[in-house]
């Protein structure tokens, strides 16, 4: 992400209605399907400036994972003491140390998004839950996507694809911010019609910008209601992908070969 956005993002992403729904709906799904002994050894991969840790807070001890020692630095000034320097696809961390790995809009950022998943696999628990979320279809790129410098846009096929040389089970695989979508990809359909040239020294904005109070907390209630729809079922289209797997416990290699000796 471009450096001066660091500071904005900071001073919004706590209020801002994108994350604050996006952060009910979270802890919702890990209401739902985390392991339930607690506390959970959880860790924030691309934690940024450090927005999800009192969320996850809820359910144990968290360890922020970023590269960027100025999202580390806004980190620490949030008051989150776990913090380490690492980045995808090789994190510093021994093989099944976490409970519950989350990727909040990190695997987008990586050139190798399968190396990425296949890490994660690693540092996760085996029966232990893997969070992720992602934006949604190429066809919404804009900005906010060069300015955060994405790689790509997701659909559920293609986030499946990303997980398929590792054994997890989906226990949730949705879209997410659907109610409020048509009108948000009515707005960026059209801010696109307008977008500069690659190349044009025109200063880029990213969509996490401060909304008047009053609407910004309509907006947030509407997107957070959708926790109530994803726990008993998925969303057919929506701005952002959200994928809750279950690292298999063993390989299905190793269970076909004990189930062939029994």
């Given amino acids: 992400m471009h450096e001066e956005y660091y500071r904005v993002i900071y001073e919004t992403e706590l209020t801002h209605w994108w994350p604050r729904g996006r952060r009910h709906i979270l802890a919702s799904t890990l209401r739902q399907f985390a392991p339930p002994d607690r506390p959970l050894r959880i860790a924030d991969v691309g934690c940024g400036m450090g927005s999800t840790f009192g969320m996850l807070s809820e359910f144990g001890w968290v360890v922020g994972v970023d590269a960027s020692p100025t999202a580390l630095s806004f980190s620490k000034e949030r008051g989150h003491p776990l913090l380490v320097a690492g980045s995808l696809p090789v994190l510093p961390f021994a093989d099944g140390t976490f409970d519950v790995v989350c990727a909040l809009d990190v695997i987008e950022h990586i050139d190798d998004d399968f190396a990425a998943a296949k890490e994660l696999w690693r540092v996760c628990k085996p029966g232990g839950l893997l969070l992720i979320t992602v934006p949604a279809y190429e066809w919404l790129w ?50 696109n019609l307008f977008r500069k040239a690659p190349g044009d020294s025109t200063e880029l904005k990213s969509d996490v910008y401060h909304v008047p109070t009053l609407l910004n907390g309509i907006l947030a209630n509407i997107f957070a209601s959708e926790a109530v729809w994803l726990r008993h079922g998925s969303l057919p289209f929506g701005i952002s992908v959200l994928c809750a797997a279950r690292k298999a416990a063993q390989s299905p290699a190793r269970r076909y070969a004990r189930q062939t000796l029994s």
């Fill in 142 to 191: 804009s900005d906010h996507d060069d300015v955060n410098e994405h790689r790509r846009r997701y659909t559920r096929r293609r986030l499946r694809a990303s997980f398929e040389q590792v054994p997890v089970e989906y226990v949730k695989l949705s879209y997410m911010n659907t109610l409020l979508a048509p009108p948000a990809m009515a707005v960026r359909l059209l801010k």
